[in-house]
């Protein structure tokens, strides 16, 4: 997944699983099976970033200027788990 659009919908999936999981862990309800799910999402999530920096970096080597991608750093900036 190499699309920054989908890496940030991916991050807020991430984001709203995290905050059920602290929800329930407030509320002393039992967790199911979230962990391994919020851990492969953040794996996930990790791939796309190296892709799209491994993509931005082959653009600029070729000196491609007419497609011009976020950096990685503009996308984890707006990205909603690091807010």
Do not use: V, W
Request: proline share 4%; glycine share 4%.
């Amino acid at each position: 997944m190499s699309n920054p659009n989908a890496l940030l919908l991916l991050a807020d999936h991430i984001k709203l699983s995290l905050l059920e999981q602290k929800r329930a862990r407030t509320l002393n309800l039992s967790r199911d099976s979230q962990d391994g799910h919020i851990s492969r999402s953040l794996d996930q999530f990790r791939e796309g970033l190296d892709a799209i920096e491994r993509e931005q970096q082959r653009l600029q080597e070729a000196g491609d200027a007419s497609y011009d991608l976020p950096s990685t750093r503009s996308l984890t900036s707006s990205c909603p788990l690091t807010h």
